[in-house]
Nanobody, 123 residues
Framework: QVHLVESGGGMVQPGDSVRLSCTAS????????IGWFRQAPGKEREGVACVSHVSDSTYYIDSVKGRFKISRDNYKNTVYLQMNSLKPEDTASYYC????????????????WGQGTQVTVSS
C-alpha cells in the first residue's frame, strides 16, 4: 500500500508559479512511476505529467509542455510538480498517483492516489 499526500496548492494569479509536492511515508517512491493529474469541476481527471521509475524519463501533455516540470527528490521521498506561467484553465484539483509511467499518464495505469490539492488561477 502506498499512502500519498499532496501539498502546495493555493490561489494564484495568471502568470504566477506554484510548486506541488507529493510525499509518501514508508514505500520508496523510486520504485514507482509517479504521475500528476488534475480534475476540474464537471470534467474527467486528466494526466498532466509523470516520471518513470525505470529511467526517470518524464512525459507531459501538450498543454503544459514548457510550463510544468516534474522532478524527484529521492532523499525526501517526494515528487514535485513545478508549474510556471499558470493560466486560468489550469484551475483544478491536482492529484498524484503511483503506478506505471511510460507515456503521458492515464488514470487506469495508476493504483494509488493522494487526496488532492486545489490550485485556483484567477485575477
Amino acid at each position: 500500500q502506498v499512502h500519498l499526500v499532496e501539498s502546495g496548492g493555493g490561489m494564484v494569479q495568471p502568470g504566477d508559479s506554484v510548486r506541488l509536492s507529493c510525499t509518501a511515508s514508508g514505500p520508496d517512491l523510486r520504485n514507482y512511476g509517479i504521475g500528476w493529474f488534475r480534475q476540474a469541476p464537471g470534467k474527467e481527471r486528466e494526466g498532466v505529467a509523470c516520471v518513470s521509475h525505470v529511467s526517470d524519463s518524464t512525459y507531459y501533455i501538450d498543454s503544459v509542455k514548457g510550463r510544468f516540470k516534474i522532478s524527484r527528490d529521492n532523499y525526501k521521498n517526494t515528487v514535485y510538480l513545478q508549474m510556471n506561467s499558470l493560466k486560468p484553465e489550469d484551475t483544478a484539483s491536482y492529484y498524484c498517483g503511483a503506478g506505471l509511467c511510460s507515456r503521458a499518464p492515464r488514470t487506469y495505469e495508476y493504483d494509488y492516489w493522494g487526496q488532492g490539492t486545489q490550485v485556483t488561477v484567477s485575477s
